[in-house]
């Protein structure tokens, strides 16, 4: 009688492991294992009535939500059922609620020690695996082992970032943690990967003054702050200002090139190109987009003049995939994407508190930052793992509630 509630907490265990510590060794394996496990979760929902009430949480709320908006968008162009069932590319955002019904199993166990463990084992094998290859197999960009280099050190940097929730505990094992940014660092440098390594900026100077303010004494929060910027500054000084750092160190000159109308490099006169593309497609069509199928060819019927690009997967930045894909929808399904986290931790309350602003923050300004420069929504394992932060918010604020109760 007792083995089916076993059964149930030996999955939510695996989920945590899938969600946060499998993404950059074993995307694949971390994919398939965390849609299972969120269609366990919907078991869990149906036989648990109690468990539903995660579902009420802003995190979830707010993610269902965007996902209404941006099906409300798909109807509008939908020329087919395969129109409207794309939407499910981005199934483990609509999943979250499932996700944390399941991972609210474990109760007091559900802690930002543990979330913090299995991040950081997750930000160590991500820079392992940068490392080996730009070092040993002496590979021109770190991570192609497993990944895309870009999306191997978009992945590090997040978790490298969610492993700091473990600041939180008061023990002395939480300086431990400390290493996840500098993982995450390492991992960006080892794949040559510009875009996160200027997500890492805002991220760092965010983290550090939101633990700075939950974990110290107010006197001893400025001091901190400079210190973080002061690092940032004299860091930023080597990369971009002696040229260091190869492909990373160009990071200046681009700048400039950028201002001044210059001449950049391929990839980001590439960039470039596809965010006038978007623009251009978003105010032909301004309040519902293209849909999803294909939709980086129907931009391209209204690119600029110019050398030219074969379309991709996506327009390499999240702000111009959702308005090329739903119009002003899209955009709004986008922010309500980025505000669930944040939602989510405002709402928590009891212990955890503080741990579910923390991730919470953290998550809507990484992807954000990261979106810049890339897709994360859309593109499965990032999408997983924004599903799963999602679902330890929701979890995080659902067991606060049932403290208070």
């Known amino acids: 009688m007792n083995l089916l509630p076993k059964l149930v907490v030996i999955l939510a265990w695996a989920a945590l492991l899938a969600g946060l510590t499998l993404p950059t060794p074993t995307p694949e394996v971390a994919n398939i294992a965390t849609l299972v496990l969120m269609g366990a979760g919907l078991v869990v929902l149906a036989a648990v009535p109690a468990s539903r009430a995660v579902l009420r949480q802003p995190a979830i709320a707010l993610s269902l939500g965007a996902g209404l908006v941006l099906l409300a968008a798909l109807l509008f162009t939908a020329t087919s059922p395969l129109h409207i069932a794309v939407i499910m590319v981005l199934a483990p955002l609509w999943l979250a609620g499932a996700h944390a019904g399941l991972l609210t199993r474990l109760g007091e166990a559900l802690t930002p020690l543990v979330i913090a463990s299995l991040a950081l084992a997750g930000a160590v094998a991500g820079a392992a695996i940068a490392g080996y290859g730009a070092l040993v197999l002496q590979?021109?960009?770190?991570?192609?082992?497993?990944?895309?280099?870009?999306?191997?050190?978009?992945?590090?940097?997040?978790?490298?970032?969610?492993?700091?929730?473990?600041?939180?505990?008061?023990?002395?094992?939480?300086?431990?943690?400390?290493?996840?940014?500098?993982?995450?660092?390492?991992?960006?440098?080892?794949?040559?990967?510009?875009?996160?390594?200027?997500?890492?900026?805002?991220?760092?100077?965010?983290?550090?003054?939101?633990?700075?303010?939950?974990?110290?004494?107010?006197?001893?929060?400025?001091a901190v702050l400079v210190g973080a910027v002061a690092v940032i500054g004299l860091a930023g000084t080597a990369v971009i200002g002696l040229g260091l750092g190869g492909r990373l160190g160009g990071l200046g000159n681009d700048a400039v090139a950028l201002f001044t109308g210059g001449a950049t490099d391929g990839a980001i006169g590439e960039r470039l190109y596809m965010y006038q593309t978007a623009w251009n497609a978003f105010r032909a069509s301004p309040f519902y987009g293209y849909g999803m199928v294909e939709f980086t060819t129907s931009a391209a019927a209204f690119a600029p003049p110019g050398p030219g690009y074969a379309p991709s997967s996506h327009l390499h930045n999240d702000l111009a995939d959702f308005a090329v894909i739903g119009g002003l929808l899209g955009l709004i399904c986008y922010g309500l994407l980025l505000a669930a986290p944040i939602a989510g931790g405002l709402a928590t309350r009891g212990r955890h508190r503080q741990a579910a602003l923390y991730l919470g923050v953290l998550a809507s300004l990484g992807y954000f930052s990261m979106g810049l420069t890339n897709a994360m929504f859309g593109i499965l394992t990032q999408t997983v793992v924004y599903g799963v932060l999602l679902a330890l918010i929701a979890a995080l604020a659902q067991i606060g509630q049932d403290d208070q109760a």
């Open 139 to 222: 590979l021109d960009r770190g991570g192609m082992l497993v990944n895309n280099p870009i999306h191997l050190a978009d992945l590090t940097l997040m978790l490298g970032f969610v492993a700091l929730v473990g600041l939180l505990d008061r023990r002395p094992v939480r300086f431990t943690f400390l290493l996840g940014p500098l993982l995450a660092l390492v991992a960006v440098w080892f794949s040559g990967s510009r875009g996160p390594l200027l997500a890492f900026v805002p991220m760092l100077l965010v983290a550090t003054a939101m633990l700075a303010f939950m974990t110290l004494p107010r006197r001893q929060v400025v």
